[in-house]
């Protein structure tokens, strides 16, 4: 969650990182990955969220 709260996108959170890896903040930064997974899923000011894309939200809209 703190990736999604970040409000200057500093962080990232790597899905396959062993404990206390060494990470190079300036490769994050030239690849965009920094702030990546709120971009993704559309959280933040000024952009368009993705939940409604997604079959569980759309099945529970239906059932309504």
Request: aromatic share 8%.
């Amino acid at each position: 969650m703190c990736e999604l709260y970040c409000p200057v996108d500093a962080l990232y959170v790597a899905p396959q990182v062993e404990p206390l890896a060494e990470v190079d903040e300036d490769l994050l930064k030239e690849a965009g990955l920094l702030g990546s997974y709120r971009r993704n899923i559309g959280w933040g000011r000024n952009l368009t969220t993705t939940a409604q894309k997604d079959s569980t939200y759309q099945l529970l809209k239906r059932m309504k």
